[in-house]
């Protein structure tokens, strides 16, 4: 059983920066974090849950969604059972919650059905 829970969330104005985790627990914890890609996905209000970021187990292959690309940087810390999505000059279209998930494989997908385990989600608010 693996448990996700993100944290980081919070209101931001438009430019400023936001750094979000996702701590996972449970049983099998320590070898989803350790061999799965992993994702970050968000839903903003009124839209489908779209990808963001995704880094695979390893570490060394990260993607991106056009939207984020250059603005976001995903990465982990399998020891620590941890991964980061570090967000900067943040806008108002970055508006959403966002999700942290395991994949079911090494490597991470665009898709919300390449994922087993998903967070609860945390609030990113980015004003004008």
């Given amino acids: 059983q693996v448990r996700l829970e993100e944290s980081g969330g919070g209101l ?5 920066s936001l750094r979000l ?4 627990s449970g049983r099998a914890s320590g070898r989803i ?15 489908e ?17 056009d939207s984020v690309k250059g603005r976001f940087t995903i990465s982990r810390d399998n020891a620590k059972n ?7 000059n943040l806008t108002p279209e970055d508006t959403a919650i966002y999700y942290c998930a395991a994949a079911r494989g090494s490597y991470p997908g665009s898709r919300r059905d390449q994922y087993t ?7 990113v608010s980015v004003s004008s």
């Fill in 12 to 16: 931001v104005q438009a430019g400023g």
């Fill in 21 to 24: 985790s996702c701590v996972s």
């Fill in 33 to 47: 974090l350790s061999n799965n890609g992993m994702g970050w996905f968000r839903q903003a209000p009124g839209k």
């Fill in 49 to 65: 849950r779209e990808f963001v970021a995704g880094i695979a187990w390893r570490g060394s292959d990260t993607y991106y969604a």
């Fill in 82 to 88: 941890t991964i980061t999505l570090q967000m900067t």
């Fill in 117 to 123: 385990y998903w967070g609860q989600g945390t609030q």
